[in-house]
């Protein structure tokens, strides 16, 4: 199973990079590299995260990653990657 991105997660990327890159731009594209990179261990652990039970019946789990949230859904034999944000934000 290889992680889709959704265009959410991918703007949540887009935002989280504009967020940090005018304090730090080479510490913003490492925070986006590592984001993007850790759903790659998804593909041979899909169930890894911690599954949302209010999400039922669907099986929506979380992954974090550092001090940032994933969150992704397994859809028969898919995966998607839903939203990303840091773990201070209320969401």
Do not use: C
Not at 43 to 63: C, Q, T
Not at 70 to 79: D, S, V
């Amino acid at each position: 199973m290889q992680p889709t991105w959704t265009e959410k997660a991918l703007s949540d990327l887009a935002r989280l990079y504009e967020f940090l890159a005018p304090v730090n731009r080479s510490a913003a594209a490492r925070v986006v590299q590592q984001l993007v990179a850790a759903p790659g261990i998804l593909s041979a652990n899909p169930r890894l995260g911690e599954r949302l039970e209010e999400f039922n019946p669907r099986d929506v789990r979380r992954l974090f990653v550092g001090d940032y949230e994933l969150r992704y859904e397994i859809n028969q034999q898919r995966i998607f990657l839903l939203r990303v944000w840091h773990s201070r934000e209320q969401r």
